[in-house]
């Protein structure tokens, strides 16, 4: 059975496909792109100020489903720069602890959505 998961607390989505989608106990995220929810702006700062817009939408889309970064088993990150990997992983280890971190892959692409320099999906599992 399928069960869709939308929030306030995160952006809403920008084409025909939904926050997240839950089937049975795995709860598949859509990637997302670091939108200020309260505005519906772009957050553009830095980098490290785009990843953490990025990881509080997907942890507010966890939470709206019932779970947690502590249930994620795996995230793929899209990013525009590999030069920033070192930056991006600093923040991205305040959410994740190294010895429970998800599996992962980080990969540089040409463009993203809305021309952000990160993107981030993810997939969990809920208790």
């Known amino acids: 059975m399928k069960r869709i998961i939308h929030t306030d607390k995160a952006p809403a989505a920008i084409g025909p496909y939904n926050q997240a989608v839950l089937v049975d106990h795995m709860l598949y995220v859509s990637g997302q792109i670091p939108i200020d929810p309260a505005t519906g702006e772009l957050v553009q700062e830095s980098i490290e100020a785009e990843t953490r817009q990025v990881l509080n939408n997907l942890g507010a889309i966890l939470e709206a489903a019932g779970?947690?970064?502590?249930?994620?088993?795996?995230?793929?990150?899209?990013?525009?720069?590999?030069?920033?990997?070192?930056?991006?992983?600093?923040?991205?280890?305040?959410?994740?602890d190294a010895e429970t971190a998800p599996a992962r892959e980080l990969v540089e692409v040409g463009n993203l959505p809305r021309f952000v320099n990160i993107e981030i999906s993810l997939i969990a599992t809920l208790p």
């Open 67 to 96: 779970a947690s970064y502590r249930d994620v088993v795996k995230c793929s990150v899209f990013v525009k720069d590999m030069h920033q990997y070192a930056r991006i992983n600093a923040v991205y280890a305040e959410y994740f």
